[in-house]
C-alpha cells in the first residue's frame, strides 16, 4: 500500500471510531506510520484528508447507486436493486458507511459537514432522478420524488445501521422484501 493510501486507510478508521473531532493528525499520522508534514503534503490538512477520503470511498458508492437507480420500469424492481446495492456496499465498506452513519446529521458548523452533505446530495439526486422517471407508469407518486427518495434513503440507512451494529442480518433477502414491502405500501396507498 503507497502512503497516500495508508493515510487514508488510517483516518478511515479513527474517524469511524472516534469521530473527526477526536481523531487528531498526530494519531492519524502514527496509526499511519509517517510524519505530520507527510499528512500535509497530500492533503494539506485534516480537513483535506476527510474531503479525500469521502471523495476516494464515495466515488464506488455513487457508481454503485448511478448504476442501480437507472429505472427498467418496473418500480418494485428498482427499489430492490437499490436496496441490495446499498446493503452490499456497507457491508464491504463497513467503516467508511458507519463514519457516514455519524456524521449526516452534524451541524453545518462542522468542518467535515460539507464534504458529507455533497456525498448524500449526489445520493439524494440519483433517487430523486429514479422516483420522477417512476412517475410515468405510477402517476400517483408524480411531484413526490423528493420525499420518496428522502425517506427510502432514510430507511435503508435505519437498517445499515442496524446491521452494522448486529441486529439485523444485512444478507437476508427476508429481510430486503419486508423494507421494501413496507416502502411500498406507503407509495401505493
Known sequence: MDT???LLAAALTLFSSEGYDAAGVQRI???????KPTLYHYFGSKRGLFEALVQDRGEGLLADVRQATV???NITGSINTVVHVYFDYARR???FYRMLLAMWFAPPSAEYSPAVRALLAQQQHLLETMFERATEDHGNMR????????????????YIGL?????????????VYRMIHQFMHGIFS
Open 4 to 6: 497516500r493510501s495508508e
Open 29 to 35: 499520522v502514527e496509526a499511519a506510520n509517517v510524519t
Open 71 to 73: 429505472y427498467h420500469r
Open 93 to 95: 465498506q463497513p467503516e
Open 143 to 158: 411531484g413526490r420524488h423528493m420525499l420518496y427518495a428522502m425517506s427510502l434513503k432514510g430507511q435503508i440507512d435505519t
Open 163 to 175: 446491521g452494522l451494529q448486529g441486529y439485523v442480518d444485512l444478507t437476508s433477502n427476508d429481510l
